[in-house]
């Protein structure tokens, strides 16, 4: 019985090592995305024009409707347009209904008003925080003739976390498109 007692203490003394043991360091993940190159939208036909990032492709409607495609991130900006007619009212309360569908699944909903007097444009930039299945929308329109909606989604189940910095990048681009609206009557 001693004997093993002697060789089990011999045993974990030769497994002693000097060096200390110190945690791993937490693993950042590095996405790289290209920088902003911004353009003017091609003539689509529609009385709007903005610009976009080239990293961006449009596939436009013929009711005036984009779908703006990120490859590489498997994301999608739904860009909705709606003229004016006696329905202002109506389109707001969509717009607004809209991005608080998402209530349930977001942890923050955070508003922010545009306006740019200069462009005639007016409306409300939206940040879902969550897991919700859109993190970033917006409405502007002029209030007499033209209303634009748009909401980024991914192709992919909602982890906010995960895809936050996708989110950011494309939403920079959101603000880019409602800062440089133009109206074509």
Same mark, same amino acid.
């Given at each position: #019985?001693?004997l093993?007692a002697?060789?089990l203490?011999?045993?974990l003394l030769s ?8 945690p791993k360091?937490s /693993?950042?993940? $590095?996405?790289?995305?290209?920088k902003?190159?911004?353009v003017?939208? =091609?003539?689509t036909?529609c009385?709007f024009?903005? =610009?976009?990032?080239?990293?961006a492709?449009v ?7 984009m779908k703006?495609?990120?490859p590489g #991130?498997?994301?999608?900006i739904?860009?909705n347009?709606r ?5 202002l009212?109506?389109?707001?309360i969509? /717009?607004?209904k809209?991005?608080?569908?998402h209530n349930?699944?977001a942890d923050?909903? $955070?508003?922010?008003?545009?306006v740019?007097?200069?462009?005639k444009?007016? /409306? #409300?930039m939206y940040?879902i925080e969550?897991? $919700?299945?859109s ?10 003739k033209?209303f634009?909606t ?8 909602p982890?906010?976390?995960s895809?936050?910095? $996708?989110v950011?990048?494309?939403k920079?681009d959101m603000?880019? #498109?409602m800062?440089t ?5």
């Amino acid at each position: #019985m001693r004997l093993i007692a002697t060789l089990l203490v011999l045993i974990l003394l030769s497994s002693c090592n000097d060096s200390d043991v110190l945690p791993k360091p937490s /693993g950042q993940l $590095a996405l790289d995305f290209p920088k902003g190159n911004y353009v003017e939208t =091609e003539n689509t036909g529609c009385p709007f024009s903005f =610009e976009l990032n080239e990293y961006a492709r449009v596939l436009a409607k013929r009711d005036c409707s984009m779908k703006i495609e990120y490859p590489g #991130m498997d994301a999608t900006i739904y860009l909705n347009y709606r003229p004016v007619q006696d329905n202002l009212r109506q389109l707001l309360i969509d /717009g607004q209904k809209l991005s608080y569908e998402h209530n349930q699944k977001a942890d923050v909903i $955070a508003d922010y008003p545009f306006v740019n007097q200069l462009n005639k444009s007016y /409306g #409300m930039m939206y940040e879902i925080e969550g897991n $919700a299945a859109s993190n970033a929308q917006f409405y502007v329109t002029d209030s007499t003739k033209h209303f634009l909606t748009a909401a980024l989604y991914f192709n992919t189940q909602p982890n906010y976390d995960s895809i936050l910095p $996708a989110v950011d990048y494309v939403k920079s681009d959101m603000v880019k #498109m409602m800062e440089t609206l133009t109206w074509r009557d």
